[in-house]
């Protein structure tokens, strides 16, 4: 292999893994800024524990969304 493949490569593989990173900080963020602010009587957190289903699928469903936005808006 040539050495401008095997750096192109890396390049790549940094670049994809700061994506992935930034994604997902953001998305977390995303999600506690919406439980603080949107959902101030629904304590999500004591939700899951207690078993409640439904605000597991609330929450996922709001990452899957936070995520569709953030990756249109990093691949520009």
Not at 50 to 61: H, M, R
Request: charged content about 15%; glycine content about 6%; hydrophobic content about 60%.
């Amino acid at each position: 292999m040539e050495l401008e493949f095997i750096t192109a490569t890396l390049f790549n593989l940094g670049v994809n893994l700061i994506y992935t990173f930034l994604a997902l900080l953001i998305g977390i963020l995303s999600l506690i800024v919406i439980d603080k602010k949107l959902l101030k009587h629904v304590d999500i957190e004591n939700e899951l524990k207690s078993g409640n289903i439904a605000v597991a699928i609330f929450a996922s469903t709001i990452l899957l969304f936070i995520a569709i936005i953030i990756s249109f808006g990093l691949k520009g």
